[in-house]
């Protein structure tokens, strides 16, 4: 987590606590844990009646339909 924000921060001697990365890894974790669920239930309701019982590959556009609704929750 450190190196994504290292990554964006412009001035080198931007610092964050320990409980800041902690918190800051918590959140990235519940928003991908909602995004896979979310996602997979709309899949579920997107698809035939015959394959809502098989598992299936949570696909990209399903990702990209829930994302908006998905940021505006967060």
């Known amino acids: 987590m450190h190196a994504i924000f290292k990554g964006v921060w412009t ?3 931007t610092k964050a606590q320990k409980d800041a ?3 800051s890894a918590e959140y990235l974790r519940l928003f991908t844990i ?3 669920h979310r996602t997979a239930a709309y ?3 997107q698809e035939d009646e015959e ?4 598992e299936t590959l949570i696909e990209l ?7 908006p ?3 505006m929750d967060f």
């Open 51 to 54: 394959l809502k019982n098989e």
């Open 34 to 36: 909602e995004a896979l």
């Open 11 to 13: 001035d080198p001697g």
């Open 69 to 71: 609704q998905l940021i």
């Open 21 to 23: 990365l902690q918190l």
């Open 61 to 67: 556009d399903s990702l990209e339909a829930i994302t």
């Open 43 to 45: 899949q579920r309701e």
